[in-house]
């Protein structure tokens, strides 16, 4: 009896060797270029996570891709540099305030105060604009001398005036009805309103 179980013992030692020599001769005769499942699967999953560059192109170093980065709004004519300032006279106002046209931000309205507020994607701002199209900090909206005053804040794809402008805005006054959009005419849109508005002394440019 024990001579058997030794037996079956070395037996099983002898098919367990066999076993492992047989599956280090296969995965060193295994064909180039094959892949297990899992390899297959880890390809594919990161190319589905990879972003398409052909339809965005993100402020971030060449090769590396931020999700938290602004998108550049690429045109099919690009815009003239802004200009550095205006001669286009707003009017005089008492009070102002610009309201959502579009987006997230649509019919609500949010007041100028005299010190101004920004607009932008940060956290910070006092309108929070959820468009990676809007950089971080945007524009600025405030008043001067009784002039309600748009500055753009050297943002990466500008600040427009009415439908009507080809050219992005850096410094602008502003004039009750006018519509402001940031980050190009298909970008968030804004009503400029204001009341105890007095018209420019200049006709309008």
């Not at 037996?7 to 060797?17: E, G, Q, R, T």
């Not at 402020?59 to 891709?65: D, H, I, T």
């Not at 101004?116 to 809007?134: F, P, Y």
């Amino acid at each position: 009896m024990p001579s058997t179980l030794v037996a079956l013992l070395v037996l099983a030692v002898l098919l367990i060797a066999c076993l492992v020599i047989w599956r280090r001769v296969r995965s060193l005769h295994k064909p180039l270029g094959a892949h297990s499942i899992t390899d297959v699967d880890e390809a594919v999953s990161t190319y589905s996570k990879a972003p398409r560059a052909d339809l965005l192109e993100a402020v971030s170093p060449k090769g590396a891709f931020d999700p938290d980065a602004t998108l550049v709004y690429k045109r099919a004519n690009p815009a003239p540099a802004a200009t550095a300032a205006s001669d286009r006279k707003g009017a005089t106002v008492d009070s102002a305030s610009i309201i959502g046209l579009s987006g997230s931000k649509r019919g609500q309205s949010y007041p100028v105060v005299e010190a101004g507020i920004t607009i932008g994607r940060s956290a910070s701002c006092d309108v929070v604009l959820d468009d990676h199209r809007v950089s971080s900090r945007h524009a600025w909206v405030g008043i001067i001398e009784g002039k309600a005053i748009l500055r753009d804040l050297e943002s990466t794809n500008g600040t427009f005036l009415n439908t009507a402008s080809e050219s992005p805005i850096h410094k602008v006054e502003l004039r009750p009805g006018d519509t402001i959009f940031f980050g190009g005419h298909q970008g968030d849109q804004f009503r400029f309103v204001a009341s105890g508005a007095a018209k420019p002394a200049e006709s309008a440019s």
